[in-house]
């Protein structure tokens, strides 16, 4: 019995040096990712708000432009193929 109480301190001290160790990694990781992110949000000019009115006018133009051109190929083919009736 005494025997297997030292095995599990032994197991209990290792266990606790893993989770200070994992625990400083963390803290390491934190800290990066901290930095990293503080460094982003200062200087980022292009954001969502930018990116969908980009996008937005993209879309736009492109719409724009596609009737355009229906108009004017309705314009052609009507030029092309409209007859007058004089009947009345």
Do not use: P
């Not at 040096?17 to 994992?22: E, K, P």
Request: charged share 25%; aromatic share 12%; net charge negative.
């Amino acid at each position: 019995m005494d025997n297997m109480n030292k095995t599990t301190d032994e197991n209990v001290d290792e266990l606790r040096q893993r989770l200070d160790h994992m625990k400083k990694m963390m803290a390491e990781r934190r800290l990066i990712q901290e930095d990293g992110s503080s460094r982003n949000k200062g200087n980022g000019f292009i954001d969502g708000s930018l990116l969908g009115f980009v996008f937005g006018t993209a879309l736009f133009v492109i719409i724009a432009v596609s009737v355009y051109a229906f108009y004017n190929l309705y314009n052609a083919v009507a030029k092309k193929f409209w007859t007058i009736h004089d009947e009345l």
